[in-house]
């Protein structure tokens, strides 16, 4: 089976491809429109942007260059903190769909858990309901926030895309998101190269029985955790070896030791640091 055509069923019946390609810090428009036609060439089939990363336009023209019919490909963006508010966050919809030009969005996701984000829910709830976009859902949603908002809200995420990968497992955040039926997404798959996980001798020695990099190895143990994943990858060689984990199975012991890996924290973001916070809030996307 091709990579692209490996899905998770949403909650509300959606498919979605279980590995993407992720245009985050890809600034320059010409660049990231040309990444992002190559990984669609490539094979995958979900490209994931935000409003934050002020790349939506270029992933747009991709998607109308690449060849690819519309239908094919599962698009994924998200409201950025300051526009967490009811009116606004209707609004910054319409601004991101039509930077994408495209007549609907398959996954619109809240971006940080900070602002008013249960208004702006309200407001995702009636995009959805009026079909404007398939699914809905929110990042960086930390378990007790998750359970909190599942518990209050009129419709449940279908997904919450997190920091997930071998020295960050997340293990109560996957039983949290079981529980309440909302897909786990990973960003930083492969932990944006930090504690060597690219010669990780684990990793490498699990890879080597295989064939595979030390990379395909972490990418294959989330999916195999249900994670769905959206590496991101400059190079075109290592764009189709990311999508090459679809052709092996770890075993039960091998899972295990990649396991053993987790630090129990991020080394990338500190959502429980209040000077963090001051800073998400802070940055502006528009005037």
């Given at each position: ?58 992933v747009g023209a991709a998607i109308r260059t690449a060849g ?31 930077k994408l030009g495209l007549d609907s969005i398959d996954l ?111 990418l294959r143990w989330n999916v195999q955790r249900g994670v ?60």
């Amino acid at each position: 089976m091709k990579a692209g055509q490996v899905t998770v069923t949403l909650s509300n019946g959606v498919r979605m491809p279980m590995e993407g390609f992720g245009v985050y810090q890809i600034a320059d428009p010409a660049e990231c429109a040309q990444m992002t036609e190559a990984a669609i060439r490539c094979g995958y089939r979900l490209i994931d942007t935000a409003a934050f990363y002020g790349n939506e336009e270029s992933v747009g023209a991709a998607i109308r260059t690449a060849g690819v019919p519309r239908e094919e490909l599962f698009v994924t963006t998200k409201l950025w903190v300051q526009d967490m508010s009811y009116e606004n966050a209707g609004k910054a919809f319409e601004t991101s769909r039509e930077k994408l030009g495209l007549d609907s969005i398959d996954l619109y996701l809240i971006h940080q858990p900070f602002g008013d984000f249960f208004s702006a829910w309200r407001r995702l709830e009636e995009l959805y309901h009026e079909g404007k976009v398939r699914a809905i859902g929110v990042s960086n949603f930390f378990p007790a926030q998750l359970a909190n908002f599942c518990e209050t809200v009129a419709v449940k995420p279908m997904v919450n895309q997190v920091e997930l990968h071998p020295f960050f497992c997340q293990e109560a955040a996957l039983a949290t998101m079981q529980y309440y039926g909302v897909a786990p997404q990973a960003w930083a798959p492969l932990a944006r190269g930090k504690r060597g996980i690219f010669v990780h001798p684990v990793l490498t020695k699990i890879g080597a029985r295989y064939g595979k990099t030390a990379a395909q190895v972490a990418l294959r143990w989330n999916v195999q955790r249900g994670v769905s994943i959206i590496p991101k990858s400059a190079n075109e060689e290592r764009m189709a070896q990311n999508l090459a984990i679809w052709d092996f199975q770890l075993t039960d012991v091998e899972m295990a030791a990649i396991s053993q890996l987790d630090i129990g924290h991020s080394e990338i973001s500190f959502h429980d640091d209040p000077a963090y916070v001051r800073r998400m809030h802070a940055r502006k996307i528009h005037g």
